[in-house]
């Protein structure tokens, strides 16, 4: 449900009444003496329990036949796409930093900075083509990409983040 669909709020955007909502959650957290919960983040508990229901609510909400008619492409740009950007997001930053452009980290920090980075959130642009209603095919390739992208990228980022602090030669 959109907020500002049920209460009728039209004048606020959607978004600002989101981060109004979480800033009152911190504010009553940290006044009744729980301030530990406002401050501190649970990865587990974020990838167990909150990310979940994101990525299903996104996926309940496509347009089945225009997703199946464009698995492939999506797939394609899911799996192919994170993982080309982490990889050329990776090595960039790792090169950069050999020539002293920015601060030097090894390979695999890199490369797990540039796994979590290169998912794409299009909210705006699928917004857009949701008032210019835009072809329903090309609306589920960029949702679709989307849902599945962020799922490559926890994958990449997971599978990166083992080899941090240890001796791993890769190609450099």
């Not at 669909?5 to 989101?18: L, Q, R």
């Not at 996104?58 to 796409?81: C, P, V």
């Not at 609306?139 to 599945?148: D, F, Q, R």
Request: hydrophobic share 50%; glycine share 6%.
């Amino acid at each position: 449900y959109k907020i500002s669909k049920v209460y009728k709020i039209y004048w606020f955007p959607e978004v600002g009444i989101t981060i109004i909502i979480g800033i009152i959650a911190v504010f009553i957290a940290k006044s009744s003496g729980h301030e530990d919960i406002a401050t501190s983040f649970d990865s587990d508990m974020f990838f167990s329990y909150l990310l979940p229901p994101i990525i299903f609510s996104s996926g309940f909400q496509q347009n089945d036949r225009a997703f199946r008619e464009a698995y492939t492409e999506i797939l394609l740009f899911a799996n192919l796409g994170t993982l080309i950007s982490a990889i050329v997001i990776g090595y960039g930053m790792f090169w950069l930093g050999k020539f002293n452009y920015v601060y030097k980290f090894s390979l695999i920090e890199c490369l797990s900075f540039g796994s979590m980075i290169s998912a794409t959130d299009p909210v705006s642009t699928l917004a857009i083509f949701a008032e210019m209603r835009v072809e329903p095919i090309l609306y589920a390739i960029v949702l679709g990409t989307s849902i599945l992208d962020d799922a490559i990228a926890v994958i990449l980022f997971n599978t990166f983040n083992q080899f941090v602090g240890k001796k791993f030669d890769l190609l450099y």
